[in-house]
């Protein structure tokens, strides 16, 4: 039987990935929603950011971690609202999580590892 694939092909490391999305869809949908189309003016889009699949997982890692309020124009827009912090977060769930919004919707870029979150955080 066939069966049919949505989205993302899980293979090698589906745990991070199904871990990732727990986590999303208890603390980042309610702004972000199930989408990644984030709301209008307020809450950004995570579906094809820029930022978000670009190369500065520092930058994504402090985001995740600290919250993020810095009215600064993301791809061209500005968004109001703020993103609360996630103090209590592990290592591990930065990491799941943000492989995750990585690779959902149509996003496509490397899942980010526990030690690259370790050596973002030691950089501060
Ligand atoms: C209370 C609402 C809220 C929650 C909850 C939230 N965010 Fe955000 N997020 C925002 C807002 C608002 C911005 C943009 C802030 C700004 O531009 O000043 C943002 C920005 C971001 C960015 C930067 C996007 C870019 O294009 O640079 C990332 C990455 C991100 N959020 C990921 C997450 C993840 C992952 C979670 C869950 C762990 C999460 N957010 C939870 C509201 C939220």
Redesign the pocket.
């Known amino acids: 039987m066939i069966s049919c694939v949505l989205g993302i092909s899980i293979s090698s490391n589906a745990q991070d990935l199904v871990k990732g999305k727990k986590?999303?869809d208890t603390?980042?949908l309610?702004?972000?929603q199930a989408d990644g189309g984030g709301v209008p003016n307020?809450?950004?889009p995570?579906d094809g950011?820029?930022?978000?699949v670009g190369n500065n997982i520092a930058r994504?890692v402090r985001?995740?971690k600290g919250g993020?309020?810095?009215?600064?124009a993301?791809?061209g827009y500005?968004?109001n609202?703020?993103?609360?912090p996630?103090p209590d977060f592990k290592d591990e769930d930065i990491a799941n999580?943000?492989s995750y919004?990585r690779n959902s919707w149509g996003n496509k870029a490397s899942k980010i590892t526990v030690a690259q979150v370790k050596a973002a955080l030691r950089k501060k």
């Open positions: 986590i999303y603390r980042c309610v702004c972000h307020m809450n950004a995570l950011s820029s930022n978000l994504l985001i995740v993020y309020s810095e009215k600064i993301l791809d500005y968004y609202n703020v993103m609360t996630n999580v943000l919004v």
